[in-house]
């Protein structure tokens, strides 16, 4: 299996992944021809080395009408300065800033002069594009997340979410292009690091706004985030939009061969820390490892059949595992100990559940790192039916719990009996000589 591993050393914006993923070897011609597939007219790659810090880096930018959006944005920002235009996003810098909701009435009074794209036009644009099916899916999610953030922001439907032009084709190929990057670097599974929060405020056509923007901090509801002491914007709407769709865990560096590593630059410079997104690609061996929450209440007031109901909520909640330890509580009271293991998506999920079906008054909890051995789900035929075996390293096998009882209690056997038929018929039968 192909890792890829994100470091958001500074925040993440749609170019940065981009730049990484040309630093680690994706020739940007290639990208540039693959993502005409979109039918979009008009713009081009350009790629270039840079320093950021003490660490070299590629910055990609998507150029429409002979500048970036990041040029078209200082420009826009320098000229409404002095009263001369004024410009129609929601004001967050990056990707967001040119993203809006806007009643359907006063849409239509604009549509001679507004040439925007509405987050309808751009799926069905997707959907449309000569791009692998993985891609064109991955794509739209990731958009989809960006159009309902800035709905909620905006308080409107998902129907009345625009993009300014210029910021609509930055964006599309910003999203297209980190995903269809990955595609093609052949990565199987994504690992990111919790997401980078800076702090601060940003000027913007429209005022001034807190960090992280109103649509980024919107798109990292249950995702794990860490603050870091840098003042401005680091992550962009659409950075955060990316990452979110792509990453399948958050987490250090997992267990892999590094085969290539590549830095993608951003716009900004920020002092005392490089403005870069780190790319580790590798393969899998030793294992997997991850980083989820440990969740653990002391119970000493509840009945037994309550906590092991809680448990079984628990695991209903999205919990990875759970588990009940006896133990003796202050006045040595007899009490237990419920405890679950939850990613990080889970994890307000299973600690309400925690609360409302304990009724602790705490719960404590904190990050830990799994490591995971690869395995594989096979199935064999019993004279008890089918059975599902989880199997490592193509030779250690163990049953399926669940499928074993139930053909247990159909067939009215032990269920140990099924065990062993189970494990009995994924060994390989000898030839008769």
Known sequence: MTLAWIDMVCGAAGDMLLGACVDAGLKVSDLEKELQGLGLPGWSLRARKVRKGSIGATKVDVVIRGRTEFEAMEAERGAEAHGHVHAPGSGEVGAGHHAHARPRRAAARSRSHDHGMSLDRILRLIARAKLPPPVRERAAAAFLTLGRAEARVHRRKLSDVHFHEVGAVDSIVDLTGGV??????????????????????????????????????????????????????????????????????????????????????????????????????????GGDQDEVWQLETNLDHVAPELVGYAMDRCFAAGALDAWIVPAHMKKNRPGAVLSALVAPSDLAAVERVMFRETRTLGIRRWRTLRRKLPRSIETVVTPFGKIRLKVHDGRTARPEFEDCRRAAESKDVPLATVYESALAARTPRRSRT
Request: glycine share 14%.
């Open 180 to 285: 269809l990057a990955l595609h093609r670097l052949g990565v199987e599974r994504v690992v990111a690091t919790p997401f980078p929060i800076s702090h601060g405020r940003i000027r913007c056509a429209h005022g001034t706004l807190p960090v992280p923007g109103p649509a980024t901090l919107e798109i990292l509801k249950g995702a794990p985030t860490e603050p870091q002491d840098v003042e401005g914007e680091t992550l962009t709407p659409t950075g955060a939009a990316l990452i979110r769709t792509l990453a399948d865990s958050h987490g250090p560096m997992p267990a892999m061969t590094v085969r290539a590593t590549g830095y993608g630059a951003g716009d900004r410079d920020f002092p005392g820390r490089p403005n870069v997104l780190r790319l580790v690609l590798g393969d899998a061996g």
